[in-house]
């Protein structure tokens, strides 16, 4: 297990939920750890629609979920019907995700890909795709390696569904934020791929919020609990814990930079555009 999956793990235990995505708040609606569950419901259920807008016969149609993580929307769907596979390069997650769907799956339903997605083994299908969806993870992947793949992947009207962020472009001043791919960058990929933009939806003022709820979930419970793990461990392993710190120096450097005062609402609606684009040949 990775850091990133341990954040992962600690997060989920931490805040007692099923899966670590972004809430979606309504505009008049004030972000809090108490409502984030039901604006992470509303997230999904957000995303749930326009899949269901292009699915017509879930007997008959084929799903894929990018970057399935440990398998929350995988269950949901396949508790609606759906038949659909999921995606995620982790051992970790994909032993995770198959457990938690295997009571749900029948036949060839719910199948997990332990890869990245520019390691598909396309020749493993039998049948197309067609819908594919990126939740938060189109951010990973190399996108003209995706899209062709997706040219062999996908039915002859297959979907794409991409809910995630994007840079803006042409922004002045350096961002505190990483991730997302350039949307210039993407809009050019997606015209030289010869995809229809169905829907393109910005939707940057209902996630932002999120970002107040990671400072304060920081500054008011991690940075505290981290402040008296430091003392703690200075009183009884003093020069152990010194040696510690000194060979992770460099990773707690970047976290802290990572984390900064400017990793906030204001700085994500700046430089980052939080999108629902779908797209069809």
Known sequence: MDSKEFGLVAAQQLFQIEDIHYGYWDKSET????????????????????????????????????????????????????????????PWMSKYASEIISKYKTCDRGKIYECKFEDFPIQEIDQKYNLV????????????????????????HGVIIIFDFFKKDNIQGAS???????????????????????????VTDNLSPNLKLVNEVIVKRLIPFSNTFDKFMYTRH???????????????????????????????KKFKSYRLIVLQK
């Open 176 to 202: 505190p934020l990483g991730g997302g791919h350039s949307l210039n960058h993407f809009f050019k990929m997606i015209k030289n791929f010869n995809y229809d933009i169905k829907y393109d939806l910005d």
């Open 31 to 90: 972000a809090s750890l108490n409502n984030w569950k039901i604006a992470q419901e509303r997230h999904t259920n957000f995303l749930f629609q326009y899949i269901d807008k292009f699915i017509e016969d879930k007997n008959q149609s084929k799903v894929l979920d990018i970057g399935c993580g440990v398998g929350a929307n995988l269950k949901k769907l396949l508790q609606k019907g759906f038949n659909v596979d999921g995606l995620v390069p982790s």
């Open 133 to 156: 969806f990126f939740s938060e993870s189109f951010q990973y992947v190399n996108m003209e390696s995706t899209f062709n793949i997706l040219e062999t992947l996908l039915d002859k």
């Open 238 to 268: 003093k020069n152990i814990y010194r040696i510690i710190k000194w060979l992770l120096r460099n990773k707690i450097k970047k976290i802290k930079f990572k984390y900064s005062n400017d990793r906030n609402e204001e700085n994500f």
